[in-house]
């Protein structure tokens, strides 16, 4: 196998990586609203926030490697750290609530 089969399966790797973060966000917040308890869901929410941490890893490493225009890495890096922050707000706000089955 050649080296440009090995890079290959590199970029592959890290592009499923970064397709998989991506997607599990939104599916552990649908999940966790689906959730019986508030607490399960902030669980869940939790859980996305820190799918967006590995993503934002994923991103910056595809920039260093190449794999991805610096400008670009900083717009989707951006963007996740907003949605992070809208979970973090999310996740206070349900915390500071009584709690409550749905």
Do not use: C
Request: zero cysteines.
């Amino acid at each position: 196998m050649g080296e440009g089969s090995g890079q290959r399966r590199k970029i592959y790797g890290l592009t499923s990586q970064i397709r998989r973060a991506a997607a599990s966000v939104p599916a552990n917040i649908a999940e966790g609203y689906g959730r019986e308890s508030t607490g399960a869901y902030v669980q869940f929410l939790k859980t996305a926030r820190g799918l967006l941490r590995e993503l934002e890893t994923h991103l910056l490493l595809a920039a260093r490697l190449e794999m991805l225009e610096g400008k670009q890495a900083i717009a989707l890096i951006t963007d996740a750290e907003s949605i992070g922050k809208m979970l973090h707000a999310l996740v206070r706000t349900l915390q500071m609530k009584k709690p409550a089955v749905r």
